[in-house]
């Protein structure tokens, strides 16, 4: 099955400046891959996500970029703000398009911390 | 619209209890799944279901049941409960990309 490594456990970074979490995929079949934000005491919440016809994707201040052929993918945040301090997870799956089945392989996450 | 919702939100139980979490969404997605998050594990999937009648194993089934009568509910049985299933559990359903998930349910086994 799908095993999705994801580095650092933790990340502490000052306010204003860039966080990369970075995660790794092994199943090459795998094609959808989400990020979720989770605050402490609360569910996750999907923030972004790529399909793999694309390379990069970006929303305001957050992107993702994928690499197909490494079989890797990473989370890019600027400007970091202390509201974004929370554990964020990746995930990949193979996703069916019609069928709407697929299971997601989550990271064992990044808890980010961003100093005032 | 209420999207996924988990009940009970907090549970205790003594080993070898039985117990449901029960979950619900109310936005006729096909998909649900359950996962377990434990501490530096991230999360787990548990069972999922691509439809009514039609459930699978996931990742980590070993004490669960599931089954899906409607495609609104997905319960989660635990049937003898053991201190290994200490967890936080969220329920979740889906688009064919997008999951969305409950509040959770923290239960403590003693």
């Known amino acids: 099955g799908e095993n999705v490594e994801q580095h650092p456990s933790t990340l502490s970074v000052q306010e204003g400046d860039s966080a990369v979490i970075k995660c790794t995929y092994s199943d090459s079949a795998s094609n959808y891959f989400p990020w979720y934000k989770q605050e402490l005491g609360k569910r996750p919440q999907l923030i972004i996500d790529i399909r793999s016809n694309v390379g990069e994707k970006k929303d305001q201040r957050i992107a993702v970029t994928l690499n197909k052929t490494a079989k890797h993918f990473s989370l890019h945040i600027t400007e970091t703000q202390p509201e974004d301090s929370a554990v964020y997870f990746c995930a990949a799956s193979v996703a069916y398009s019609g069928a709407g089945s697929y299971q997601l392989t989550f990271g064992k996450g990044t808890k980010l911390s961003v100093i005032p | 619209n209420a999207g996924v919702t988990q009940t009970p939100k907090f549970q205790v139980l003594k080993t070898g209890q039985s117990m449901t979490l029960q979950c619900a969404q109310d936005m006729n997605h096909e998909y649900m799944s359950w996962y377990r998050q434990d501490p530096g594990m991230g999360l787990r999937l548990i069972h999922y279901?691509?439809?009514?009648?039609?459930?699978d194993q996931g990742e980590v089934p070993n004490g669960y049941n599931v089954s899906r009568s409607t495609t609104e509910d997905f319960p989660l049985r635990l049937l003898s409960a053991a201190p290994s299933q200490t967890s936080v559990y969220f329920c979740a359903s889906s688009t064919v990309y997008e999951q969305y998930f409950g509040p959770g349910t923290r239960l403590t086994v003693t």
């Open positions: 279901s691509v439809g009514a009648g039609i459930t």
